[in-house]
């Protein structure tokens, strides 16, 4: 890997919680960190506060907007897919899509997509999901039928994975790794808090995972893997149907219209 020092690292969803404080640790590393948020006032400042980096503006919820936050991204050498929302009612996107798939999974497959001409070898990526994972129903991916919050998180956290096992096999000879974690169970963040449900870690314990994977030397070509914490685990059985990764694959190129 590159010195830190050296890097351009773009952490989605870095404006606030366990985002801010892998973009807080990362830019005190000698990191150059693209800070990211949908709502400007707070980017810019959470950007300024932790020590001048560069503010990157977009809805997520948008697919254009997506588009949009790739252009303005000349290099990369790390991208940090963090961003990510519950949605206690069902609600659509700018694009239609049901809002917590699109938000969580769909913005961060077409960005990345995006991206990978763009990253400088040797590149990582890290995909923010969960251990709460539940099987995709491919027949319902907008979640039309009997929405619950839960099951819609969870869902997608589980894309995020079969994602990240299908890109490593197609990144091929390209000197790029991509791996995902569970930073930690329920960290004292905004999202966990207006729940209602009770903190179980912090997000110093969460971004120390996170930043692990986008640090440590002793992780260069390692790719594929699922992390619980700082542990390399087991995950869904769903993940690991090589059938299922293509469809998902498949699916997202054409609902983002990158294939």
């Known amino acids: 890997m590159r010195p830190l020092e050296e890097q351009t690292i773009l952490v989605t969803g870095s404006s606030d919680g366990h985002g801010k404080r892998v973009a807080e640790e990362l830019a005190a590393r000698g990191a150059t960190v693209l800070v990211h948020g949908r709502d400007r006032e707070k980017t810019e400042a959470a950007a300024s506060e932790i020590g001048g980096e560069q503010a990157r503006i977009a809805d ?32 659509d996107s700018a694009d239609g899509y049901e809002l917590t798939f699109a938000v969580n999974y769909l913005s961060h497959f077409l960005l990345t ?103 440590d030397p002793d992780l260069d070509g390692l790719s594929g893997r699922f992390f619980d914490g700082k542990t390399e685990s087991g995950t869904h059985r769903q993940a690991n149907d090589a059938q299922a990764r293509r469809r998902l694959w498949e699916e997202s190129e054409r609902l983002t219209g990158l294939a």
Do not use: W
């Open 60 to 91: 997520l919820a948008s697919l254009e907007e997506v588009r949009r936050l790739a252009v303005e991204i000349d290099e990369l050498d790390t991208l940090v897919n963090n961003a990510g929302i519950i949605s206690l009612e069902r609600h």
């Open 113 to 215: 997509g995006l991206l990978l001409p763009r990253l400088r070898e040797p590149a990582r990526i890290v995909n923010v999901s969960s251990i709460g994972q539940e099987r995709i129903d491919f027949d319902d991916l907008m979640f039309e039928r009997d929405y619950n919050f839960f099951s819609a998180y969870a869902r997608t956290k589980l894309a995020q994975v079969l994602f990240t096992f299908e890109l490593a096999e197609r990144l091929g000879d390209r000197d790029v790794t991509v791996n995902a974690l569970h930073p930690a169970t329920l960290m004292d963040t905004k999202m966990v808090s207006g729940g209602g449900v009770s903190p179980q870690s912090s997000v110093e314990e969460g971004a120390e995972a996170t930043v692990r994977l986008v640090a």
